[in-house]
């Protein structure tokens, strides 16, 4: 039998992370992903994640140094991107500059933590190197002494941000550094299984990420919270798209069954700031009203928010622009990609599926 796209299909064994979709679990290294973004910081988890286990405070210490160490562009990419059209999309930026990377350093046959911590470092400063030269604004170099999600939305901003604004964000970075088998991962895993290097394996990942059938923003999201806030009435708007037959975007998932284990984390988080921010108000009341309205126009269907509904509501309350937020999304993935690359190459297998022929013979 075939299945496409590989669904059902167990290609690899992993230490990494594992998705439980009829529960509603997720877990990285073994640890539930709700207590990860309640008690640990970006740097512990991505720490958890290339290493295997949590850090003690040396070792934390260490990687955040590491981190601070390679936030610097070369000065060669900031010239490749000062020659990239200004209409070019970012995430085509990024994989470029990425790519220019690889020519600078010894990026051999096997990959090493130490290259996924520069590669992991540098992408928030390419983000906000290429926002600035959009915006025609100097260019907010990156501060020590800010760790990895503050100083990221210190060079966009030029503003150290509020801490719940950092927390919102950070608390949604730590939830997507990783989700399994996923496209943007395969990818990375099967260009490694070459004995290609880490750049070429993480260029992979980003043109795949790329795509708007994995990590397309959620625009839908931020109209639909738009749409609410200009109306004023969440069930009035919620019943009418329903009823229309339109997708109410933020809520459903392809794997969870149930309940986005990272929607219920982040909103958790953003329980401890209600009434610090209008949008992230605005989302935690339209929820209830969503599901409830769901449960009664689609029974049986169990469509509850995802990760993406509240990251919506994050990025619109940090003034995010659009253009961001799939790049945002890359700047966490990055480490689960590159974990899954050091874990690919302990145990290499080349990836060589099988293909049926069902044209005709001559």
């Known amino acids: 039998m075939i299945q496409k796209g590989l669904k059902g299909i167990v290609a690899a064994e992993t230490f990494i992370s594992h998705i439980d979709g009829e529960n509603g679990k997720l877990f990285y290294r073994g640890y539930d992903i709700k207590e990860m973004a309640k008690n640990f910081s970006f740097e512990e988890a991505a720490y958890l994640l290339w290493f295997g286990h949590l850090p003690n405070p040396s070792q934390l210490a260490a990687l955040k140094k590491d981190l601070k160490g390679n936030r610097e562009l070369p000065d060669y990419v900031k010239g490749i991107l000062h020659q990239l059209p200004r209409d070019m ?8 500059a990425i790519s220019a990377e690889g020519g600078n350093l010894d990026y051999g046959w096997k990959p090493s933590v130490a290259q ?7 992408v928030p400063t390419i983000i906000a190197y290429r926002k600035s030269q959009l915006d025609r604004k100097v260019f907010v170099s990156p501060r020590d002494d800010l760790d990895h999600v503050e100083n990221y939305l210190y060079m966009l901003s030029g503003k150290v941000p509020t801490p719940a604004h950092l927390e919102a964000l950070e608390t949604y970075m730590i939830l997507t550094l990783e989700h399994g088998m996923n496209a943007s991962t395969f990818s990375a895993r099967v260009t490694a299984s070459t004995e290609s290097e880490l750049v070429s394996a993480i260029t992979s990942a980003i043109g795949t990420m790329k795509g708007p059938l994995h990590g397309g923003a959620p625009l839908g999201v ?35 069954k149930t309940h986005d284990p990272r929607a219920i984390a982040l909103k958790a988080k953003l329980m401890d700031h209600i009434g610090v921010d209008e949008w992230l108000d605005l989302a935690m009341s339209v929820e209830d009203t969503a599901i409830r309205v769901l449960a009664e126009l689609k029974p049986g269907r169990s469509l509850y928010t995802n990760v993406e509904y509240y990251a919506a509501a994050i990025m619109k309350a940090i003034n995010m622009d659009a253009e961001l937020f799939t790049p945002t999304f890359t700047a966490s993935r990055m480490v689960g990609w590159t974990a899954h690359v050091l874990e690919q190459a302990e145990n290499n297998t080349i990836y060589r599926p099988q293909s049926k022929y069902i044209g005709t013979f001559k």
Do not use: C, N, Q
């Open 89 to 96: 999309e970012l995430m085509s930026v990024i994989r470029t």
């Open 116 to 122: 996924a911590i520069r590669l992991t470092a540098l």
């Open 222 to 256: 931020i109209e639909l919270l738009d749409e609410i806030a200009l109306v004023g009435d969440p069930e009035m708007v919620i019943r009418g798209k329903v009823l229309r037959g339109e997708k109410l975007m933020g809520f459903g998932h392809r794997v969870y």
